[in-house]
């Protein structure tokens, strides 16, 4: 699937100007220190922006009218660019060139300069990660601190199933954003979003650290699984993470996972789905009627997919959460 043409996270505009300086500094203040060359005059220039934060995440769009080059600082964070309309030469300070289009992204690391250089009627998405929130992630992967900063493979192919997982989460964080009371209302799907776009990230797109990430773990036994469970079960609404089970069990993430899988054949994450799952099924049983929806009791709960969600419901109770809503709600004859 391709990245798509739409202005994304249109409620969130952070500046829309003809003016150089006005542009400069929006961009500067929502990702990094940028200057444009040329143009010196806005007499044709114009620059749209939109931008909002999901966790440790900045996520833009960005719409140019004419030609433009783009001059970055060095980079603090993790950035992606991601071409929706046009195309654009990237290249991270003395590195390869990147030719972004609409199936080819570029991925850029911290501490080094980009230049973009775009077509006109140039527009992109931008997404930020923090370089600490992400080499933390491979590290709870892994089990232990990183020998090597996390470097990944620039380009990146929009056509792979881990970039189209991505480019997914991104378009349900643009649904969710439209309102306030969409799925970036509620923490657990905003915590689901972020570790979503971080994994297709570290599981897909090639990185020093990809055949550590791909080598079998130990195993773990069966106590900590059983720990882990006690856990969940005891709050299913807490927003746990792998990352923070794994710590209280002394394990690294995969360790832990190879666990479930063993013990269980599920992980646990999918454990807590399930519970998650049943917490959903006993409010829309017990909901009075008109006072919730589907959507709000799943969001809720941390589902942020609602087709994907009614299957799941459907498969475990062979029903559709709707039909629980309306038996539970029926008048009684």
């Not at 995440?57 to 140019?64: A, D, E, K, S, V």
């Not at 192919?157 to 799925?183: F, K, N, V």
């Not at 709000?296 to 994907?308: D, I, S």
């Not at 309306?326 to 008048?331: D, L, V």
């Amino acid at each position: 699937m391709r990245s798509g043409a739409g202005e994304m996270f249109a409620g969130h505009r952070v500046a829309s100007s003809r003016d150089v300086d006005h542009a400069r500094q929006a961009l500067s203040e929502v990702f990094l220190p940028v200057d444009f060359s040329p143009p010196r005059t806005s007499r044709t220039f114009e620059m749209h922006l939109n931008a909002l934060t999901v966790g440790q995440l900045t996520c833009g769009y960005m719409r140019f009218g004419e030609a433009v080059r783009i001059e970055t600082a060095e980079a603090e964070n993790f950035h992606i660019d991601i071409p929706t309309g046009g195309r654009a030469m990237m290249r991270a300070g003395l590195g390869p060139p990147i030719h972004g289009t609409q199936d080819t992204a570029g991925i850029f690391m911290p501490g080094r300069p980009v230049a973009i250089e775009s077509d006109e009627g140039f527009a992109q998405l931008s997404l930020m990660i923090s370089r600490a929130r992400l080499q933390l992630e491979v590290e709870n992967l892994l089990g232990h601190e990183l020998s090597r900063p996390l470097e990944f493979s620039g380009e990146i192919d929009l056509l792979t199933p881990g970039a189209q997982t991505m480019m997914q989460a991104l378009r349900m964080i643009d649904q969710g954003s439209r309102h306030e009371g969409g799925l970036l209302a509620h923490p657990l799907a905003t915590q689901r979003l972020e570790q979503i776009l971080m994994h297709s990230l570290l599981f897909a797109q090639p990185h020093n650290h990809s055949a550590a990430l791909a080598s079998p773990s130990p195993d773990s036994g069966v106590r900590p699984v059983s720990h882990v469970i006690e856990l969940l079960r005891s709050d299913p609404a807490y927003p746990w993470t792998v990352a923070e089970l794994a710590a209280e069990v002394s394990l690294s993430v995969r360790s832990l996972q190879e666990g479930f899988r063993r013990s269980l054949n599920t992980t646990p994450m999918a454990y807590l789905r399930r519970l998650r799952l049943e917490e959903v099924r006993r409010e829309l049983v017990s909901a009075a009627p008109g006072t919730v929806t589907v959507t709000e009791v799943a969001a809720r709960w941390g589902f942020t997919h609602l087709g994907r969600f009614a299957a799941v419901y459907r498969s475990e109770y062979s029903e559709l959460p709707s039909d629980t809503m309306r038996s539970a709600t029926a008048p009684l004859t």
